[in-house]
C-alpha cells in the first residue's frame, strides 16, 4: 500500500508518517508500506494544478488528507482562506484521488456538530455546525463520494505542534497560580499515538463512510486539565472550573457544548474502538517530559 499523507508536518501527519515508516520498515507486518509525506511547504491544497500533478506522479493507493488550516478563532475572520483550503482545497484532492483509483481518508471535526444534543453524536446526526471552521471542514465532506472514508476525530493530542496537553505542561513549568478551565463543555480526547493505528486500518480496508474516531470516555476541559496537571506532578487543585460565558476574553469561534462522539460506526464494521483516554493521556505527559 502507497500511502500519501498530506499535512505530514502537523501534528497528526507527523506520527502517522512515522507510524507508517515504521511499518514499512518491519518486514514482519504483512502488508508493504510506502509512505509519501508532503507539508505545506511540498503542496499547497488550494493550488489544484500542483495538486493533481503530485498525485498523478507519486499514483497512492491511499491518500491520508491531514492538512487544514485548523486555527479554530482565526477561521471566524479568514473565512475565505477557511473554505478555500478545508473545503476546496479537500475537493482537489477528492478529484486527484478519483482520476488514480486512491482511497480517500479525510480527517474531519466534533465541530461539524451543534453541540446541543444531550446525548453523544452518532455519525447518522445531522450535522449543523457554528463555526466558520465546523462549516468548512463539513465544506470538506461534502466533496467526497460515500466511498472515501471520514474520520471525525476531536480534542486531539500528541506529542508534536500544539494541543492541550503541551499547553498545560508549558504553563505549569511557567506559573504556579490558578488555571481556569470550563467545565460544560463536554467532548472526548483523541490521543494521537491510539488515532494513528486506527487511521491505517480504516484506510487498509478502503471502508467508506463517516467514522467517529476518538478516545473512550466524556469529558469536560476542567477535568481533562485536572488529570493532565496531576501526571505531571502537579497539584490538580490549582485548576478552577469556569463557565463558557465567564471566560475573558470570549472566543470568537463558538465550540460545541456537547461534542461527545458515539462511536458505533467502528462497531458496526469489527474495529477495535479506542482505549479510554486516562492511560494514553498519562503516557503522552510522560513521553512530553
Ligand atoms: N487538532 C484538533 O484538535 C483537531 C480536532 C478535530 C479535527 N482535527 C482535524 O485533524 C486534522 C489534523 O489536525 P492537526 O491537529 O494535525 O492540525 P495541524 O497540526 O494544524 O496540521 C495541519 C497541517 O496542515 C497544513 N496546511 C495548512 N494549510 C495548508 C495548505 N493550504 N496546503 C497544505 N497544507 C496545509 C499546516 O501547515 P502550516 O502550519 O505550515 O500552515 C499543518 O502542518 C485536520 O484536518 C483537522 O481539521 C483536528
Same mark, same amino acid.
Given at each position: 500500500m502507497k500511502v500519501l499523507v498530506t499535512g505530514a508536518s502537523g501534528q497528526v501527519g507527523t506520527e502517522l508518517v512515522a507510524e507508517l515508516e515504521r511499518r514499512r520498515d518491519r518486514v514482519s507486518s504483512g502488508m508493504a508500506i510506502e509512505v509519501v509525506g508532503v507539508s505545506h511547504a511540498d503542496l499547497d491544497i488550494t493550488a489544484q494544478d500542483e495538486v493533481i500533478q503530485l498525485v498523478r506522479t507519486v499514483v497512492p493507493d491511499a491518500i491520508i488528507h491531514c492538512a487544514a488550516f485548523t486555527a479554530v478563532d482565526a477561521c471566524e475572520s479568514e473565512a475565505e482562506k477557511a473554505f478555500e483550503v478545508n473545503g476546496r482545497g479537500t475537493g482537489y484532492l477528492a478529484e486527484a484521488a478519483d482520476e488514480v483509483g486512491a482511497h480517500l481518508c479525510y480527517l474531519s471535526t466534533d465541530y461539524v456538530f451543534d453541540g446541543?444534543? $444531550?446525548?453523544?453524536?452518532? +455519525?447518522? $446526526? #445531522?450535522?449543523?455546525?457554528?463555526? &466558520?471552521?465546523?462549516?468548512?471542514?463539513?465544506?470538506? +465532506?461534502?466533496?467526497? $463520494?460515500?466511498?472515501?472514508? *471520514?474520520?471525525?476525530?476531536?480534542? &486531539?493530542?500528541? %506529542?508534536?505542534?500544539?494541543?492541550? &496537553?503541551?499547553?498545560?505542561?508549558? *504553563? *505549569? $513549568?511557567?506559573? =504556579?497560580g490558578p488555571l481556569r478551565f470550563v467545565d460544560d463543555q463536554h467532548g472526548c480526547p483523541t490521543i494521537v499515538s491510539d488515532l494513528v493505528p486506527m487511521l491505517i486500518d480504516l484506510t487498509a480496508s478502503r471502508q467508506g463512510g463517516i467514522f467517529h474516531v476518538t478516545n473512550q470516555g466524556?469529558?469536560?476541559?476542567?477535568?481533562?486539565?485536572?488529570?493532565? &496537571?496531576?501526571?505531571?506532578?502537579?497539584?490538580?487543585?490549582?485548576?478552577?472550573?469556569?463557565?463558557?460565558? =465567564?471566560?475573558?476574553? #470570549? %472566543?470568537?469561534?463558538?465550540?460545541?457544548?456537547?461534542?461527545?462522539? =458515539?462511536?458505533?460506526?467502528?462497531?458496526?464494521?469489527?474495529?477495535?474502538?479506542?482505549?479510554?483516554?486516562?492511560?494514553?493521556?498519562?503516557?503522552?505527559? %510522560?513521553?512530553?517530559?
Open positions: 446541543t444534543l $444531550d446525548r453523544p453524536y452518532r +455519525e447518522t $446526526d #445531522p450535522p449543523n455546525p457554528m463555526s &466558520v471552521y465546523g462549516r468548512s471542514k463539513l465544506a470538506g +465532506e461534502q466533496t467526497l $463520494d460515500p466511498s472515501s472514508t *471520514i474520520a471525525r476525530i476531536s480534542w &486531539v493530542c500528541g %506529542r508534536y505542534g500544539n494541543n492541550m &496537553v503541551k499547553t498545560i505542561l508549558r *504553563i *505549569i $513549568d511557567q506559573s =504556579d466524556p469529558t469536560t476541559w476542567y477535568e481533562f486539565v485536572r488529570a493532565i &496537571v496531576e501526571y505531571a506532578g502537579g497539584d490538580p487543585t490549582r485548576v478552577e472550573p469556569i463557565a463558557t460565558k =465567564d471566560l475573558v476574553p #470570549p %472566543r470568537p469561534a463558538p465550540r460545541p457544548m456537547n461534542s461527545v462522539l =458515539d462511536h458505533q460506526a467502528l462497531v458496526a464494521h469489527g474495529f477495535t474502538l479506542l482505549p479510554d483516554w486516562h492511560e494514553p493521556t498519562q503516557a503522552l505527559v %510522560r513521553a512530553l517530559r
